[in-house]
């Protein structure tokens, strides 16, 4: 199984960034998929989660209203749509996969990791 993110970089504060995760070697399309972040001495946290059919998606506290996870079943991909960033929202971002079509929360849920992207939010 493969994760690899993208879309990473630097923005200024307000600014938008998306997120890709292109997945293979398993079946997408039953496969809950998740966002975690790492700030620089931080441990890594909940960003957002969503099913295998994308019909339901979940956020933490600090990016709801403005991060936006969704997927492409027929790419393989799910997104991470950032607006209205913050330098809190410095990180890097790690994409994850289920072998549940159910969403998650928690790390331990997930079988998959990508290899992150660093987001850099500039005041």
């Known amino acids: 199984v493969q994760l690899q993110a993208s879309g990473g970089g630097l923005v200024q504060a307000g600014g938008s960034l998306r997120l890709s995760c292109a997945v293979s070697?398993?079946?997408?399309?039953?496969?809950?998929m998740g966002w975690f972040r790492q700030a620089p001495g931080k441990e890594r946290e909940f960003v957002s989660t969503?099913?295998?059919?994308?019909?339901?998606?979940y956020y933490s506290d600090s990016v709801k209203g403005r991060f936006t996870i969704s997927r492409d079943n027929a790419k393989n991909t799910v997104y991470l749509q950032m607006n209205s960033l913050k330098p809190e929202d410095t990180a890097v971002y790690y994409c994850?996969?289920?072998?549940?079509?159910?969403?998650?929360?928690?790390?331990?849920?997930?079988?998959?990791w990508g290899q992150g992207t660093l987001v850099t939010v500039s005041s």
């Open positions: 070697g398993l079946t997408f399309s039953s496969a809950g």
């Open positions: 969503t099913d295998s059919s994308g019909s339901y998606s």
């Open positions: 994850a996969a289920r072998s549940s079509r159910y969403y998650g929360y928690m790390e331990s849920q997930y079988d998959s």
